[in-house]
């Protein structure tokens, strides 16, 4: 499918999801609601995350994905340099933009 849009990828870089201020902020009260009670599967997992709120009234949302997602998948390198990547200067291997190929028949 192609597309006229541009699309930017911001990472926060491996184990640092202390980063991200919604996280950091509902995992506290995610821990407390669930404390004491067994995760025995992803369907009780879901129901303690959805039925957490802060003392201000935030709500989470949540819901399990069923889609299937393989990993490790390889591109090559012929195909990585075919991509019109911008990187950003802030960290350039975890933010860039995928400008759309222009058609050019």
Same mark, same amino acid.
């Given at each position: 499918m192609l597309t006229a849009l541009a699309v930017t990828v911001?990472?926060? %870089?491996?184990?640092?999801?202390k980063w991200n201020p919604i996280e950091h902020r509902l995992f506290r009260e995610i821990s407390k609601h669930w404390a004491g009670q %067994? *995760?025995?599967d992803? %369907?009780?997992?879901?129901? *303690?995350i959805a039925? $957490?709120?802060?003392? $201000?009234? *935030?709500r989470i949302n949540c819901g399990l994905s069923p889609d299937f997602y393989p990993t490790q998948i390889?591109?090559?390198d012929a195909l990585m340099a075919e991509l019109d990547l911008l990187k950003h200067p802030i960290l350039p291997h975890w933010n860039y933009t995928l400008l759309p190929r222009i058609n050019r028949n």
């Open positions: 911001c990472h926060y %870089p491996t184990g640092a999801s %067994p *995760l025995v992803y %369907p009780t997992i879901v129901r *303690l039925e $957490t709120t802060t003392k $201000t009234g *935030l390889k591109v090559s």
